[in-house]
């Protein structure tokens, strides 16, 4: 992975979410650079359109307006297209069910949204590092499921 | 009815009869017997008779013969000859008449040879007297001889006489004996038969009186049956499939709004009577009543002239008779009542559903949407803090400590209460799931605080049964964190996991549980205890026994702890001691 | 049909290697897993154009010596956890210090610079990760499994998959379960 900077995409309607999310990735020393959509029909345009690279993290809030994250999460997984997209799920909720649900359907990372900036900083560090270490390990992604 | 009356009935009566042939047989017997006795005395009698008549017809030949022989004038000879030729016919009918008799027979014989023995002497001497010489020594010589041959035919005569005579005593003695006992024994049967018939009589009597009661009953039964019919609003009916005939009680003419037989009960007199919606759902619940000569019921309602509408049910049973017949019996009840309850029933529960799902929605989409806000308010207070720190007085730090703490519990309170509505939630899929699992799965959970206390916690091999398994992990969660929360300072928490197979009717809240058996599990640990005064109030929502600030809690564990079990159909019970330490106990019932 | 495959990278990497590493008429001796010894001068253009080549299969030149020793950590620590035989009971620290003939605080610093995570990181990931591959294979209990990567217990593997995943060894067992059968239902 000889890339400069880590790719990352952001679907989320709350703007102090994008403003944190952003922040923190401001403040991580790994270069990135994030896009950010304000909702699901907005991503999933993006992405259909999308010619290059894919990128190497979305992150998807589950309660959005026109389309849900979990909308999203289902049109992504059948579409062989996205095959290799991590997908992360970044949500108020914290059901077990919810959390389970999104597992099965085929997301790699399950994050509850911190209430603490530190701790998104952390989460969102821990995200990207084992991220990494599946990318240049050549782990088996089938198997990616990280709860945070 | 009981049979054997009747067959009793029958007994007698066949005895009767048997004992009136059998006087019948005897009669024709003894009749029999007697006309038998009466021909032998008359056998007797001729026999008898001939014997005289041989007697009168020798001394006529004597006396011809003696006359002959004083005046050989041969005159005398004509009467000799007739009575000789007399005795012949005389001894031929004899012979005929004691044809049976065997010891007669050979009487008549020896009578015989004497007869014509005498008849040799006789013509001897008339062939003597022929030489005219009267008494010549010859002719009394042969006198002689004939008064002895005479004397011997008497003898004979005399013995045949003893012989018959002995016969006639003989056969009457029979007949007397025999006669003697048949009167007697007739009497007497015909005394047991006038007894049987007396008593069949006072059978029959009887009968009568108990078939008069019964009938009597039967009037007090229709009349109650009928006034029962008008207090309960329903009627009877009776159905002759075979003739296709009808009979309504008076009631049912009532229940369609009209006066008791006031039409001709037929089905198509009825039909107008029924709904014109229901009609043809009610024709076919007829055809199927008599297919399935039994159905369970029939709903439909009835219009009354005045524009009245009540709901009926029947219901019909098939009676089939031993004759062939066929008998559709019924009961027709009015309905509307209870239909018009059940609706409101109905309407009730579809209102408490409706609210229950509305306090739920909002419980959930409260407390979830709730935490957007205060996640921010928390996060924004992590940026004041890290960033602009320095830019604050010790006050505002102090201040912002106490927004921190407050917003800290706040949140706290939310998720608590989001996790009291999501157990609300009913349409959790049961499914067979290991409770050693779910147990480990809430023991690594609490793994940190387990650690931090220095907890130790036991537990017996758990059944596998079939829960919602979120919610039973989140009922061992809450239940092993209330006992680490509320552990005595100083002591490490020890927590013992128990479980026992128990039999509902031994356990006296379980008593009247519709299940045989429950699993019992026991969660005891050595914290700080409660009074049991508080058993019951511990497991209300908001309930708290101890302050906030001693204790961190938000009073809604324990509720979600007993809304859980309670999803299972169980029973959570908390018995506790101050300073010693608290049980809680959890019922789950189940099948064997 | 659904097939599920097993992969043996090891054997694939090599065999990719070799096809192209005969295409490009390049002399080479293995040394070992990841290390090849080109016998030949090599001009930076065919060594490009190897390069290029390569790439799409995720195999990649490291020019650097300190990812050279790193990878060489790497694949001592695969071998460790992978091992068949299972039982090197000696500490992570030791075995790669013996391994590699260097000292494991010199080791471990390298690694922590290159990769951005520790050698006691690394080695739970990878256990964790077979753990994962032996789960779904659903032959072994956790138990066993336990033993089988040198675990102390149970509870220990429980809580070090949790930690570092999130969720339960169950809960991932019971996920990869239901994702089978949504693919085989649809």
């Known amino acids: 992975m000889n890339k400069e900077y880590i790719n990352i995409a952001l679907a989320d309607d709350d703007e102090d979410d994008i403003l944190f999310f952003t922040e923190a990735f401001e403040e991580l020393r790994i270069k990135n650079k994030v896009s950010t959509f304000k909702d ?28 849900s994250g979990m909308e999203c999460l289902e049109e992504i997984k059948a579409n062989r297209k996205f095959k290799d997209l991590i997908i992360a799920i970044y949500s108020t909720s ?55 | 009815m009981s049979l054997t009356p009747s067959k009793l009935l029958k007994i007698i009566f066949g005895i009767g009869l048997f004992v009136i042939l059998c006087i019948g047989g005897f009669t024709y017997r003894h009749l029999n017997s007697l006309s038998k006795t009466n021909e032998v005395i008359k056998e007797t009698y001729t026999l008898r008779s001939e014997l005289d008549n041989i007697i009168s017809n020798l001394k006529d030949a004597e006396v011809g013969h003696r006359g002959f022989l004083l005046t050989h004038d041969s005159l005398f000879l004509k009467p000799y000859q007739e009575s000789k030729q007399k005795i012949e016919n005389n001894l031929a009918r004899l012979d005929t008449l004691i044809l049976a008799n065997q010891s007669q027979q050979l009487n008549l014989d020896q ?45 004979d005569i005399a013995k045949m006489l003893d012989y018959e005579n002995k016969l006639l005593l003989e056969s ?13 024994f007739l009497y007497g049967i015909l005394i047991l038969t006038l007894i049987l018939l007396l008593m069949a009589y006072a059978k029959i009597n009887d009968d009568l009186k108990i078939l008069k009661d ?144 509305e306090l739920s ?50 949140r706290m309170l939310i998720e608590d209460l989001l996790q009291y509505s999501r157990t609300s939630n009913s349409d959790s899929e049961f499914k067979k799931t290991n409770m050693n699992m779910l147990l480990e799965d809430a023991k690594q959970e609490l793994s940190d605080s387990i650690e931090e206390k220095n ?5 017996d091999s758990l059944p596998t049964m079939e829960v919602v398994s979120f919610q039973i992990q989140q009922l061992f969660i809450n239940l092993i964190s209330n006992s680490l929360k509320y552990s005595r300072s100083g002591i490490a928490p020890k927590i013992e996991i128990t479980h026992q197979e128990v039999l509902s009717k031994n356990v006296k809240v379980l008593e009247k549980s519709l299940f045989k058996y429950h699993h019992k599990f026991t969660f005891s640990d050595n914290g700080i205890g409660f009074e049991q005064a508080y058993g019951e109030t511990i497991f209300e929502l908001f309930n708290r026994l101890h302050g906030k600030t001693e204790y961190s809690g938000t009073g809604i564990g324990l509720a979600i702890c007993k809304k859980i079990v309670e999803n299972h159909h169980g029973v959570i019970l908390a018995e506790g001691k101050p300073n010693l330490g608290a049980s809680f106990i959890i019922f789950f019932p189940f099948l064997k | 049909m659904k097939l599920f495959l097993k992969f043996d990278f090891t054997k694939i990497s090599n065999v990719v290697l070799q096809e192209k590493l005969n295409a490009h008429n390049l002399k080479y001796q293995q040394s070992a ?36 020793i790193v990878q060489k950590i790497k694949d001592a620590i695969m071998e460790m956890v992978f091992s068949e035989q299972n039982q090197i009971s000696v500490k992570t620290s030791v075995f790669l210090s013996e391994k590699l003939n260097q000292s494991y605080s010199y080791l471990s610093n390298l690694f922590s610079e290159v990769t951005f995570t520790s050698i006691e990181n690394y080695v739970i990931l990878q256990k964790i990760e077979y753990t994962k591959t032996l789960l779904i294979k659903d032959e072994l209990s956790l138990t066993e499994i336990a033993y089988k990567l040198n675990y102390s217990s149970v509870a220990h593997l429980s809580k070090q998959f949790k930690n570092t995943t999130g969720i339960t060894p169950s809960a991932f067992q019971r996920i990869i379960l239901k994702r089978k059968e949504i693919r085989t239902d649809q």
Request: aromatic share 10%; net charge negative.
């Open chain 2, 455 to 459: 907890a130790e916690i036991i537990s």
């Open chain 2, 214 to 357: 019964n009938n009597e009953d039967l009037q007090v039964f229709k009349k109650l049956t009928e006034q029962a019919e008008i207090i309960n609003n329903s009627a009877t009916w009776i159905w002759d499939i075979v003739n296709n005939k009808f009979e309504f009680s008076d009631n049912l003419y009532r229940l369609v709004g009209e006066e008791p037989q006031s039409f001709e009960p037929t089905l198509e007199n009825f039909f107008s009577y029924v709904h014109e919606d229901d009609r043809e759902g009610f024709g076919q619940q007829v055809n199927l009543m008599i297919k399935k000569e039994d159905l369970p019921f029939a709903t439909y309602r009835a219009v009354h002239k005045d524009g009245t509408v009540r709901s009926l049910r029947a219901y019909g049973k098939l009676m089939d008779t031993t004759i062939g017949e066929k008998f559709l019996l019924g009961v027709t009840t009015d309905i509307s009542d209870d239909v018009k309850n059940f609706e409101t029933i109905e309407e009730r529960n579809l209102e408490l559903v409706r609210n229950n799902k």
């Open chain 1, 40 to 67: 699901g029909i907005e991503l999933m345009i993006y992405l259909e359109k999308l010619e290059g690279e894919l990128p190497d993290l979305l992150f998807l809030d589950l309660n959005m307006p026109k389309k």
């Open chain 1, 94 to 148: 914290s059901s077990e069910e919810d959390v389970e649900n999104t597992f099965v359907l085929g997301a790699n990372i399950y994050i509850k949204k911190p209430n603490n900036f530190e701790k998104l900083k952390k989460v969102l560090s821990e995200v990207v590092t084992t991220n990494w270490q599946y990318h240049t390990n050549s782990l088996n992604k089938e198997n990616f499921l990280l709860r945070l």
């Open chain 3, 33 to 68: 897993f990841g290390e090849i010894e080109l016998l030949e001068k090599v001009s930076a253009q065919q060594l490009e154009a190897f390069n290029d080549s390569i790439k799409n299969y995720g195999i990649y030149i490291i020019e650097d010596a300190k990812n050279i």
């Open chain 2, 111 to 155: 009578l015989e040879i004497d007869i014509s023995k005498r008849f040799v002497i006789f013509n001897k001497s008339l062939d003597i007297a022929d030489d005219k010489i009267i008494l010549s020594e010859d002719i009394l010589l042969l006198l002689h001889e004939g008064k002895i041959k005479m004397d011997r035919i008497r003898e």
């Open chain 2, 361 to 410: 929605d909002f419980n959930y989409v409260a407390s979830h949407d709730l935490q957007e806000p205060l996640r921010k308010i928390q996060t924004f207070i992590s940026r004041l803090e890290t960033k602009e720190s320095e830019n604050l007085t010790e006050k505002g730090k102090f201040y912002i400590e106490k927004i921190k703490s407050s917003s800290a519990r706040m």
């Open chain 2, 172 to 184: 009457q003695e029979k007949n007397e004996q025999a006669i003697g006992v048949t009167p007697l």
